[in-house]
């Protein structure tokens, strides 16, 4: 037992005042008037000593009523499961820390889970005591709100009040682990008050939370979302992107709340305007997957939207996403003479047509000793000339900045100087040539069928329409090699790769009719179609991000200097200043939910979009506090908002307070004296008869 005002307890001498009395009253003669001494005989064994029971009886009564009385003013208590010793005016320090993240917009009873941390910290400041240093600490972006004693409740307040919802995201104990371990506190009673619904998990092995032996943690969870279905993912499936042909998405939706829901409707939009809907039931803490198909039907950069109707969680109830259709398809062709294009051209030029699809540009010459890559979107090699080292640099730096490579290997072993590009360009080796005579040939067979150049092909017998082999390079492969398709003699004819964080492909032949007929076959237009596509689409600008990282565009040299903006979801507009040495813009101000556009000289270039952390999808299920709660641990408590958090916080902190018992004591002693002590004529007179 402790007792929160000590100093009161100098009055415990008042308990020995009934007993002072009751001894001086026996000091004190009285005479009395009989009219016969045989009464005082009769008295003598039976009422006077009923009357010493009873006096006594009523001394301990009184001495017992203001016994508990003088404690219940030094307000004892039984200890509490706190790990500290708190004791009247004892030094204290509370840190307040408040999750404003995302999940923290979850409404319970149309009440914001931030909204309900706000209203509680009245409650808290009741809790405090004597001389307490108060902090508060918000977690998005991280910031002390407040630091200075605890009885300045309306500046603590205020300061509470203007806490913004946020749409980040938030690690809960590493923000507390780095806070404490740059607080310097010198006070003899340490606390943190952690504010949030503990959506990430505590790695309780690597954390240091435990390692903090003079603090105690106090984490205040809050309820769980009733109703809530989550879009936790849409991913787009298609690699090709055409305006007439179909693009396959695919979303993942959940039921987060402790509810079956039926009838639910699941939106697709394009560029604003409703192109699919599904309806479909939810049961509690299920998922499901749902396929979207539809045609874009027209080029650029199509903004997309998942919507579901809202419910107890807004923010996770649409997902925005960003297609990319090209429009035109920058190519630089690389190659020893005009001769050995004629085919390539022909090829090229069955797939732009009158669309203008492609600008190509063309370089021959046998030595190349630099070239120029900024403005083009894919490179294509054609029986390479020789590479200088600035020229292979060149190429690198293209690869880094997300351009494609597609290359026909040729007669490259014949150069007189050892071949040394493809290893620095991360491509297959080439080992040997390998030639046929007469009429003989390789066939080739296609070994990943479901690879996207394949997949949905308009070509009734596909195995007529692969090529025949009579010339090829022989070539070592990498991990980053995959062969598509293979000669009869199991050495690859096409291969992907990757390189610098690029894709690309290598044909081991390249297009003369003395090497294959792949140009007289159906398979050439459509596949080389297919690889320009997918390799000109750069969705490195349109790529999501989640709220709040830095987004990264890329652009072009000959666009630096230009004025460049960017219009957040809110219709914010916001001026960027491109970084002039690595020809990219980075956008620092992400913290909305949604599509951003980006802007150069005042005509749209691009567009990304927000998402949600994983972490700040709201679930029925806490891994945190269940990890927390299996510990069991005296200096880190779990207490529930919704259960009158400020009195158990009393009794964790303090002790169970006794007070009321202690005036039952006290009150039950005085209605026993007062009966008692109320003289019975009636028992004397019997007594005497």
Excluded at 121 to 133: C, D, M, R, S
Excluded at 472 to 490: D, E, F, M, T
Excluded at 550 to 558: E, F, L, M, N, Y
Aim: with cysteine; net charge negative.
């Amino acid at each position: 037992m402790t007792f929160l005002s000590p100093s009161i307890l100098w009055a415990l001498f008042a308990v020995s005042i009934p007993l002072i009395i009751h001894l001086i009253s026996l000091r004190q003669t009285r005479y009395e008037e009989f009219s016969s001494l045989r009464f005082i005989k009769l008295l003598e064994h039976k009422t006077i000593r009923y009357l010493k029971i009873n006096q006594w009886l009523l001394v301990l009564l009184r001495t017992l009523a203001i016994l508990c009385l003088i404690l219940i003013f030094s307000r004892p208590l039984i200890k509490g499961d706190s790990i500290n010793n708190f004791a009247g005016d004892i030094e204290s320090r509370a840190i307040i820390l408040i999750d404003n993240s995302a999940s923290m917009a979850v409404k319970i009873n149309d009440i914001s889970l931030l909204d309900r941390v706000k209203s509680s910290i009245p409650e808290l400041l009741k809790v405090l005591e004597g001389q307490t240093i108060l902090e508060i600490y918000q977690t998005n972006p991280p910031q002390k709100l407040y630091e200075g004693s605890y009885l300045n409740e309306s500046q603590v307040i205020s300061r509470v009040e203007d806490i913004s919802q946020t749409y980040l995201s938030d690690n809960i104990w590493e923000f507390t682990d780095s806070l404490i371990n740059h607080i310097k506190a010198s006070e003899p009673n340490l606390e943190c008050y952690i504010f949030s619904d503990f959506q990430t998990t505590p790695k309780i092995e690597a954390d240091s939370l435990l390692n903090y032996d003079k603090w105690t943690f106090y984490c205040i969870d809050q309820p769980n979302v009733n109703n809530n279905i989550s879009i936790k993912s849409v991913d787009i499936l298609s690699e090709i992107k055409l305006p007439n042909h179909l693009i396959k998405l695919n979303t993942n939706l959940g039921n987060n709340g402790i509810n079956e829901v039926k009838n639910i409707p699941i939106e697709l939009f394009l560029n604003n305007e409703r192109v699919g809907q599904v309806v479909s039931q939810f049961e509690p803490n299920k998922y499901k997957d749902f396929m979207f198909q539809v045609f874009p039907g027209k080029t650029g950069i199509i903004n997309g939207k998942i919507v579901i109707p809202d419910d107890d969680y807004l923010l996770d109830n649409y997902r925005n996403f960003d297609l990319v259709i090209p429009n035109q398809i920058a190519v630089k062709i690389i190659s020893k003479s005009k001769d050995d294009l004629f085919l390539l051209d022909l090829a090229l030029n069955a797939i732009t047509g009158n669309t203008g699809l492609l600008h190509i540009d063309k370089k021959l010459s046998s030595n190349m000793d630099r070239i120029f890559l900024n403005n083009f979107d894919i490179l294509l090699i054609h029986d390479c000339p020789k590479l200088t080292s600035a020229s292979i640099e060149d190429i690198q730096r293209f690869l880094v900045r997300g351009g494609g490579l597609i290359w026909f290997a040729g007669n490259e072993l014949e150069q007189s100087e050892p071949l040394l590009w493809p290893s620095l360009l991360k491509l297959p080796e080439l080992l040997q040539k390998v030639s046929l005579e007469g009429e003989s040939f390789f066939s080739t067979t296609i070994v990943e069928k479901n690879n996207f150049l394949f997949t949905d092909l308009d070509i009734v017998k596909l195995g007529d329409e692969l090529p025949q082999v009579f010339s090829y390079n022989k070539v070592r492969l990498q991990s980053n090699h995959l062969p598509l398709i293979k000669l009869s003699n199991g050495h690859p004819l096409l291969i992907e790769s990757s390189s610098f964080g690029s894709a690309g492909f290598t044909f081991t032949s390249k297009l003369n009719l003395r090497w294959n007929d792949f140009t007289i076959k159906g398979l050439l237009v459509p596949v080389l179609h297919r690889m320009l596509i997918f390799l000109a689409t750069k969705e490195f600008n349109t790529k999501a991000i989640l709220v709040g990282d830095i987004k990264t565009i890329d652009i072009r040299g000959q666009d630096i200097n230009d004025d460049w903006i960017v219009i957040s979801p809110s219709n914010k507009e916001i001026k960027l200043i491109p970084d002039y040495t690595n020809e990219k813009i980075q956008i620092i101000h992400t913290k909305e939910l949604g599509s951003y556009n980006v802007y150069t000289n005042g005509e749209y270039f691009s567009s990304f979009s927000t998402i949600l952390s994983p972490n700040e999808l709201p679930s029925t299920i806490n891994e945190s506090i269940s990890i927390l709660k299996s510990l069991s641990m005296d200096k880190i408590r779990i207490i529930e908002s919704d259960k009158n958090f400020s009195n158990i916080l009393k009794d964790i902190r303090y002790g169970k307070s006794i007070w009321r018992l202690l005036l039952i004591i006290a009150l039950t002693c005085l209605v026993l004296e007062s009966i008692l002590g109320i003289p019975s004529k009636d028992r004397l007179k019997t007594n005497i008869e």
